[in-house]
């Protein structure tokens, strides 16, 4: 690949990137996931199912899914019912890659 093509991707890929906006739109869309995946986990790992855990759960998620974990995301992609939450999924995706 010569210079000139490479110049275009990354300006292609810039330009296509979702807004700051439409990722936290995106963020709201998929919250409602959130709790499953904790409750998955507090199962998982033998944990007490109360709020300090599940808060605590939530928070880690959240922050796993801002930084685009894949894991995280590919396990949403798996509980979305939707199209709205599948596409708030392919958002964050490309957004934080």
Do not use: C
């Not at 490479?6 to 998929?30: C, G, H, M, T, Y």
């Not at 409602?32 to 998955?40: A, E, G, T, V, Y």
Request: no cysteine.
């Amino acid at each position: 690949m010569n210079l000139q093509e490479s110049i275009r991707r990354i300006l292609r890929e810039e330009l296509n990137k979702p807004s700051e906006n439409e990722f936290k739109q995106a963020l709201k869309d998929v919250r409602p996931l959130i709790p499953q995946i904790s409750h998955r986990i507090l199962h998982d790992e033998n944990m007490e199912h109360n709020e300090e855990n599940m808060v605590k759960l939530n928070k880690k998620i959240l922050q796993k899914v801002k930084e685009g974990n894949d894991e995280i995301l590919d396990e949403m992609w798996e509980l979305a019912g939707s199209r709205i939450i599948k596409n708030a999924i392919n958002i964050i995706t490309f957004y934080t890659k």
